[in-house]
């Protein structure tokens, strides 16, 4: 990933771990409380994944040419949407996909998928980590709508479009797999398999999974 532009570097971290944020100047004030929680991401989803991060440093860039965000490995490229004031804070938070990219420096960077028949790995569990972030930071209730959000999103496409395998090779471009089935669905779907396995051993299947 390759980012130039006349950016302002906000300099954060996770103990020796540099945590940087590439904004333009006019952005910097906002900028500085919106990303204000990555490192305490990070060091969440090292604790849940049972993986440290994996990567020597982590950046999230603005852009005005992105629409939400898009990772790459130590760097999460963000549209400049996710800059905005406190008073829009509560109807258009952006912390949630911050949680997301972020996660996928274990889910798509760390371990990344061999076709795009599974986009799962990426997405369902890029969705899924936001879902247990949202749950940690505001609590069960509020962990509980956002599921609730995933699981009718996916409804809502399987009622009205098409039902499909969430692990699908019949795919005509790889965009056909971003959808709801990847992303919510599969993120419900991880849900209930935490359900079954129990806290403890999905966590550590999860760390197994990272470390082989
Ligand atoms: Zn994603």
Redesign the pocket.
Known sequence: MLAIGPFEVIEDSLGSLPVNYWVYKKDVEDAKWIFKNTPKMIDFFSRLFGYKYPWAKYDQVTTPRQG????ATSATVLGEQVIHDRRAEQDFSWEKTIA??T??QW??DLITLRTWAHTWL??SF??YSDYLYTRHLRGEAEGAVDLLRKKNQYLREAHNKYMRPIVFKRYDRPQDNFDSHT?PKGAVVLHMLRFIMGDSPFSERLAIFCIS
């Open positions: 939400g965000g898009a990772e997301h990219e996660a996928h889910w798509g990426n997405e890029g969705t992303y």
